[in-house]
């Protein structure tokens, strides 16, 4: 089947599902179920094209397809920020004073120290992908040790009001977050994009990339910092999902088999929001809101990750 027939499918089922999830169990009240669901699906589709194009991204930097943004300790470098703003400034301060301002502070703190932390261990280990991305897990695993210090210190109240800020939720949105929001996924998707050609030259490996002219160095610290913006941007405003990028991109893999990134950010992003639509629909009417969309991704995430890695040990 071709591509375009594969997106034209995929966005078949993403109407259906769109229309299914705005207009099921309304009751009447339209507007109000429009404002809130619509309000839902755009956070949707902007975790969507923000988990797809920096787990793309990622893989074709490392040449490998098991990793995600969460193994350079991105979303543990999120989840610390907040810790340590909640210990000193307080828990009931922080969620009091919610301003469009501490919502970029989040987003900037976690693009630019995840760029400077990552961006140091580049320059000491060059091309060696391999010993950054060892460098990223042991960073993931000290600032949730950090994190995981500060909150048993912490006040019981401030720490149930953290865990509720950390829990990944498409329910409870901030219409002035999702702008700012909508602003930086889409700027940093659209650098992404301009950078496709040179992504299509990577992919054949950073020795040929070089040797056909693209500047690696350059190029892989421009893509770490975009990488940390997209999932920093995605984390801040739902919270972190570290299982969504792999899932997606896993099975985009296997609908778009090929090079081409723009297929592939288009198809992923498109899955993803499927994805999600579909998921968050069986949460409000099958399940009744007694399990989050984001405890589905992260139960069957966890079990495809594991199948993945089974089945390709039995195939060395």
């Not at 074709?60 to 810790?83: A, E, F, K, S, W």
């Not at 969620?95 to 989040?106: A, D, G, H, I």
């Not at 996924?185 to 301009?194: K, V």
Request: proline share 2%; glycine share 10%; aromatic share 14%.
């Amino acid at each position: 089947m071709k591509m375009k027939v594969k997106a034209g499918v995929l966005l078949l089922l993403i109407l259906g599902a769109v229309s299914a999830y705005l207009t099921y169990n309304t009751y009447g009240n339209w507007s109000f179920a429009f404002s809130l669901r619509g309000r839902r699906l755009l956070a949707f589709g902007l975790v969507a094209i923000a988990s797809s194009f920096s787990t793309f991204t990622l893989q074709t930097m490392t040449q490998n397809r098991y990793l995600t943004p969460g193994v350079l300790g991105l979303d543990q470098l999120y989840v610390l920020i907040q810790t340590v703003s909640f210990f000193f400034v307080g828990g009931i301060q922080i969620l009091s004073q919610e301003t469009t301002t501490m919502f970029l502070l989040s987003i900037v703190g976690t693009a630019i120290l995840g760029s400077v932390l990552i961006g140091l261990f580049y320059q000491k280990n060059g091309h060696h992908l391999f010993l950054l991305l060892m460098a990223g897990m042991v960073c993931g695993t000290m600032f949730s040790s950090y994190s995981t210090f500060l909150q048993v210190l912490m006040d019981p109240n401030e720490y149930d009001m953290l865990q509720g800020r950390l829990f990944a939720s498409f329910n409870h949105i901030n219409t002035q977050h999702l702008i700012w929001a909508a602003v930086i996924i889409i700027g940093g998707s659209l650098c992404l994009l301009y950078v496709i050609p040179e992504l299509n030259v990577l992919h054949l490996g950073s020795r040929q990339a070089s040797s056909l002219g693209v500047s690696v160095t350059f190029l892989h610290r421009c893509l770490l910092f975009l990488i940390a913006l997209l999932t920093g941007t995605a984390s801040a405003l739902v919270g972190p999902t570290i299982f969504l990028g792999f899932v997606v991109v896993t099975i985009t893999y296997q609908v778009f088999p090929t090079y081409r990134h723009d297929w592939l950010f288009l198809g992923g992003s498109l899955i993803a929001f499927l994805l999600l639509v579909t998921g968050q629909f069986f949460v409000e009417q099958l399940f009744g809101w007694n399990i989050t969309v984001n405890s589905v991704i992260q139960f069957l995430g966890g079990l495809f990750f594991m199948t993945k890695l089974m089945l390709e040990r039995k195939k060395i």
